[in-house]
């Protein structure tokens, strides 16, 4: 007689990443690697390089961050691997498809053939195989809009990123037009969640904009989950110019009501010759003033990556030299989720 085993896996607990960009790549490469069950939600505001080409060219929103997210949860052996490879190769020759991703370009196609992106980013998951579940923060074409303190406005997050003005000058306002509705996916996903992880990335290309989304901070506010934050290494010229870690902490806790239990910052040496370079873009190390009286716990410690990052010669977008490391920023989020647990 056979015997059937009718004892149930263990729950995993579930882990949301919010932001965009390189930061939550790099997030997500490291947690992919731990017993959890990792949802990333992603910023859909931008308008930079190839996105702007989806955008405009294909009328489809923009699919960067997205591309990034299945790259880092996808499996890295055999031939998925090389998938993975095929989907951040950026072409640096050809007219009209320079500097371009085959991710981007692929995303772009299959959303021709099955008739939505929403299906495209389901379809694609299968083929990468990814260890997670990737969702758009809302499907709502949206652009990302700041005023800035002489009372300057710009209407277009890539000039946000790449300021064309005085990069010095503080933001007073950000907002989203049109309002941004937000995927009922990524508001369930939020309300469930053991652990949300906010950042790191951009304050106000990657992260922000996600906040600005209608029923997101709410999600966020009435979820249980453990709220962690992730300060970033370094200033953004254009964006976060002189704020320091208390100013990063405050500026995301004015969008979500204060919501932040938990603020994880680097305090190992980063490498002299990337802090060159930036000085140049002048861009500084963010300085730690996080106050012993905070009502948040700090955690701490050496938390990024000695490697100097190089870029596709084809990509003409400004992009980070040094970046956490993400074996080491996972372990800080793994203690807390197990201290929270």
């Known amino acids: 007689m056979k015997t059937i085993n009718t004892q149930k896996k263990p729950k995993l607990p579930k882990v949301v990443c ?38 405009d060219e294909f009328g489809l929103l923009p699919t960067s961050d997205i591309r990034q997210c299945f790259v880092a949860l996808s499996d890295e052996n055999g031939g998925v691997g ?74 277009e997050e890539h000039f946000i990123d790449e300021p064309q003005h005085d990069g010095t000058l503080k933001i007073t306002k950000i907002w989203l037009s049109p309002e941004a509705e937000a ?9 469930e969640a053991d652990i949300i992880v906010l950042g790191p990335g951009d304050l106000y290309t990657s992260l922000i904009p996600n906040l600005l989304v209608k029923g997101i901070p709410e999600a966020i506010q009435k979820s249980k989950a453990k709220k962690v934050f992730v300060v970033n290494l370094m200033t953004k010229y254009g964006q976060t110019y002189g704020l320091t870690a208390t100013d990063h ?12 239990d938990t603020v994880i910052i680097n305090t190992g040496q980063l490498p002299q010759e990337a802090l060159r370079e930036y000085e140049k873009s002048h861009e500084f190390p963010v300085v730690n003033d996080l106050p012993n009286s905070a009502s948040y716990t700090i955690i701490t410690g050496d938390i990024a990556s000695n490697d100097i990052v190089t870029k596709s010669s084809a990509d003409v977008l400004v992009r980070s030299l040094i970046r956490h490391d993400s074996e080491k920023l996972a372990e800080k989020i793994m203690d807390t989720l197990r201290m929270s647990l």
Request: charged share 20%; proline share 2%; aromatic share 6%.
């Open 18 to 55: 919010i932001g965009g960009g390189t930061g939550t790549f790099v997030t997500l490469k490291g947690l992919k690697n731990h017993p959890v069950s990792l949802t990333a939600i992603v910023t859909m505001s931008d308008s930079g390089g190839s996105n702007k080409r989806i955008r």
């Open 249 to 260: 902490v405050n500026t995301v806790n004015a969008h979500i009501g204060n919501s932040i």
């Open 183 to 191: 995927n009922p996916d990524a508001m369930k996903a939020i309300v």
């Open 82 to 155: 090389l998938m993975r490879k095929l989907f951040m190769y950026r072409f640096d020759k050809g007219q009209g498809i320079k500097g371009m991703t085959f991710g981007n370009l692929f995303m772009a196609a299959l959303t021709d053939i099955v008739g939505s992106q929403k299906e495209a980013i389901k379809q694609t998951r299968k083929v990468l195989k990814i260890k997670g579940t990737i969702l758009p923060v809302s499907y709502t074409s949206t652009h990302l809009f700041a005023e800035y303190e002489d009372g300057s406005v710009v209407t």
